[in-house]
């Protein structure tokens, strides 16, 4: 299993920025997916999922109504669609694969890729 997480950079806040995650190894269809972040000395949390047919998507209360997550089972692909960024969302943000337990619980996914950075500034 592989991750390919981008779209990453430096933005102001109140900007955007739309992550990519490639997904390699996977029977895609069959996974639900998620997106996990950290900050540097922190503990991971947990962002969005998605299950496998699009229609059950949860959101942290951080992030919901900026955040949108969607996928692209024909590419392979998860996304993460950032709007409204604020100072707070700085961190690296990993793609996850569900594996079992809650679907909104950081321990519940596996990350397979470095992750891609996301820095928003004042």
């Known amino acids: 299993f592989q991750f390919v997480e981008s779209g990453g950079g430096q933005v102001q806040a109140g900007g955007s920025l739309r992550l990519s995650c490639e997904a390699h190894g996977f029977n895609f269809v069959n996974w639900r997916f998620g997106w996990l972040r950290q900050t540097a000395g922190k503990v991971r949390e947990f962002v969005a999922t998605i299950s496998w047919d699009g229609l059950h998507i949860v959101y942290a209360e951080a992030v919901k109504g900026r955040f949108t997550i969607s996928r692209d089972n024909a590419k392979h692909i998860v996304y993460l669609q950032m709007n409204d960024l604020k100072v707070e969302d700085t961190a690296v943000y990993y793609c996850?694969?569900?594996?079992?337990?809650?679907?909104?619980?950081?321990?519940?996914?596996?990350?397979y890729g470095q992750g891609t950075q996301v820095t928003v500034s004042s």
């Open positions: 996850g694969a569900y594996g079992v337990g809650e679907a909104e619980a950081v321990s519940s996914y596996r990350t």
